[in-house]
């Protein structure tokens, strides 16, 4: 299926969920928020919640610094 991650075009197996996104993507679902369809998931239900044909996922990095 086809989504779009941070903007860009990704294809994703069917049934894949967020954390398998984030996973793939080389990210640490610690360190991200996350939104589907411009609905903020909380952490707790990453690895539960199966994206969809066409949605669109933003992921937020937190870097520190100093």
Do not use: W
């Amino acid at each position: 299926m086809k989504i779009k991650f941070n903007g860009q075009k990704k294809n994703i197996n069917d049934g894949a969920s967020i954390e398998t996104a984030i996973n793939e993507a080389g990210l640490c679902k610690d360190r991200v928020v996350v939104s589907v369809n411009d609905k903020v998931i909380e952490k707790r239900r990453f690895s539960e919640t199966i994206l969809n044909d066409g949605d669109v996922i933003e992921v937020l990095s937190f870097v520190g610094g100093g």
